[in-house]
């Protein structure tokens, strides 16, 4: 029998809620995931969606047969209506001659000169339009399930004690109340850890050998096929960020977030400074969350500021592909693990969970090898303080020199 008593030393209780809300208070990376179905074994698996992009790559054109990869034409069927991009000429299809090949005409110019397509043009779908009467099989094929994608679940336990000499002192009020401080503190700890692993973890499939790791961000969003931009040491601006976010969107993904390191931030709302709205809510948190005007489709996307975040890497993302599933029956709970003659209290807060990133290849977008943001906001500040010049096109230069012609 333990030495001291308190209310709930016999029972064992469900972290899972209290847990949630620590993660949504915490600035990270990892409030982005939302709770999801229960992981029903340790290898987790989940069926893709088919979200390709709504358009058609031509890889060759002969005459008027276009020539693009077995997926793209599978996009299309007779009397689909396509427009290059970057112009206003509508093309319709003839026909489907075959699983790489497709013969179109004219449809109208629009006011463009251009009379076929060319090699390497993107095609965007315009749509299908149907007969009347039309019957199974007439219309566009939508598959929702184009494969699967799995990751592993990872045992997360944190020992919360309490010595005989704390509860003595008894500084915080009754021992329940100590234990849900600690209990707190623990959990908030957990938030941290398992953020990290969020970005960083690695994929191992737990047995005898190995413990089960979970897969984050830079595992799944790093693999063969995924989508990403070499900025060349360059600073990160708004042509890079749009860069990355018209490739999610050819891919057929929604950029919703920018997730950076806090330096990399000001750098960024240095440019969008005048153009930002700041925004605190129950269901975005950020070191640093802004909003700002996605060019490419005009929607917004959110900065989010992760102090986890390497600097010279960024990620444009589809955020709803993100899911925290819990192994069935393994949610995070603690329970009494006082052993007997020990002096004080000891419970254990132990669960089993992994992440989902549903639709990586098409969801995710790394910018890496981005200049240092120390490096670039030395330059403005230097910018900022360097004396106007006679002559000069800024405005305070401009009243600075007719203030001497006054004079």
């Not at 807060?349 to 290849?361: D, I, V």
Request: proline share 3%; glycine share 8%; with cysteine.
């Amino acid at each position: 029998m333990a030495l001291y008593s308190y209310s709930f030393a016999n029972k064992k209780r469900d972290l899972t809620d209290v847990l949630s809300t620590v993660i949504k208070d915490e600035p990270r990376f990892i409030s982005n995931f939302k709770r999801v179905e229960d992981a029903s074994q340790q290898k987790h698996e989940w069926l893709e969606d088919q979200i390709a992009g709504r358009a058609v790559t031509a890889t060759a054109v002969s005459s008027m047969t276009v020539t693009a990869s077995a997926g793209d034409v599978m996009k299309i069927k007779a009397g689909t209506l396509l427009v290059p991009k970057n112009d206003s000429v509508l093309f319709k299809v003839v026909s489907v001659d075959s699983a790489t090949t497709f013969t179109v005409t004219k449809a109208v110019s629009n006011g463009s000169s251009k009379i076929a397509p060319s090699e390497d043009d993107v095609l965007n779908i315009v749509s299908s339009p149907m007969a009347e009467g039309s019957g199974n099989g007439d219309g566009e094929e939508s598959y929702q399930l184009s494969g699967t994608n799995y990751n592993s679940t990872q045992i997360f336990r944190k020992d919360i004690v309490l010595t005989g000499s704390a509860l003595a002192i008894n500084v915080f009020g009754s021992v329940d109340n100590q234990l849900n401080r600690q209990t707190a503190f623990a959990l908030g700890e957990a938030a941290r850890d398992l953020n990290r692993v969020a970005l960083f973890g690695r994929r191992v499939e737990g047995n005898s050998v190995n413990r089960g790791e979970t897969g984050g961000l830079y595992f799944h969003g790093t693999q063969g096929g995924c989508q990403a931009i070499d900025a060349g040491t360059t600073a990160l601006d708004s042509f890079i960020i749009n860069d990355a976010a018209q490739t999610v969107l050819s891919e057929g993904g929604n950029p919703t977030q920018i997730l950076c390191s806090p330096g990399q931030a000001r750098v960024l709302s240095n440019e969008f400074r005048d153009k930002l709205q700041i925004v605190r809510s129950d269901e975005k948190r950020g070191a640093y969350v802004a909003v700002v005007v996605n060019e490419i489709n005009g929607r917004a996307m959110t900065i989010m500021a992760d102090p986890d975040m390497p600097d010279s890497d960024a990620w444009i993302m589809d955020i709803g592909g993100f899911g925290l599933s819990n192994l069935k029956g393994r949610a995070l709970s603690d329970e009494d693990a006082t052993p007997k003659g020990f002096d004080g209290i000891k419970r254990m807060a132990l669960g089993e969970l992994t992440l989902e990133f549903k639709n990586a290849r098409q969801r995710l977008c790394r910018v890496h090898g981005l200049k240092p943001s120390l490096e670039v906001l030395a330059a403005i500040r230097a910018q900022y303080k360097a004396p106007f010049r006679r002559g000069s096109n800024n405005l305070d230069g401009e009243k600075h020199d007719r203030h001497l012609f006054r004079r």
